[in-house]
């Protein structure tokens, strides 16, 4: 059966059969490209373009000295402008002198402020004893009830578990 096999298969592979072996490889790979884009589109409902391939590299636009020149002397004009403008703004906004307190304004600003918290005290003082009045410790007790101690239940501060001093809580 080897025998077989070797008498269909050409020994040696010259240019042309290599050359034909590339165009065709070439044509299978356009049409795997044109339905994988096809693919693509069905599922993202975007473009059917095949992708960029590298047979066409994007190239880049070279510019002249000139040109540059011309752009970069563009530039540097609008930028004059622009300074030139805002130099004209500024002298207007700072040709108004600065306000100042006379000495009168100041002391009736500092007595009303004083009237104001003398007012605030007052009313916290008459506010303050009807805060006192709550209701008793020993109308709260039950008959036999034992007190309870304060911060029964808890841990005192210093004593920290060890999963506390860890830093786990």
């Given amino acids: 059966m080897d025998k ?10 010259t240019a042309d059969i290599l050359t034909a072996a ?22 993202s409902g975007g473009r059917a373009e095949p992708d960029a391939t590298a047979d066409a590299p994007k190239r880049r636009r070279r510019m002249s000295a000139a040109a540059r ?6 530039q ?14 500024a002298p207007a906004a700072a040709s108004k002198p600065k306000r100042r307190l006379s000495a ?6 500092i007595e ?13 003082a008459q506010a303050a004893p009807r805060k006192k009045s709550g209701r008793k410790k020993a109308a709260s007790r039950k008959a036999g009830a034992k007190p309870v101690k304060k911060g029964a239940g808890r841990q005192p501060e210093t004593a920290k578990t060890t999963e506390q001093s860890a830093g786990g809580v």
């Fill in 76 to 89: 540097r004009k609008r930028w004059a402008e622009a300074k030139n403008q805002a130099e004209a703004t």
């Fill in 4 to 13: 077989d096999i070797q008498n269909y298969m050409p020994m040696k592979l």
């Fill in 112 to 124: 009303a402020t004083k009237k104001r918290w003398a007012l605030v005290r007052a009313k916290a």
């Fill in 69 to 74: 020149k011309r752009i970069g002397a563009a």
């Fill in 22 to 43: 590339i165009e065709g490889f070439q044509a299978q790979k356009k049409r795997i490209d044109s339905l994988i884009s096809d693919i693509k589109q069905q599922l």
């Fill in 104 to 109: 009168a304004g100041r002391k009736r600003i």
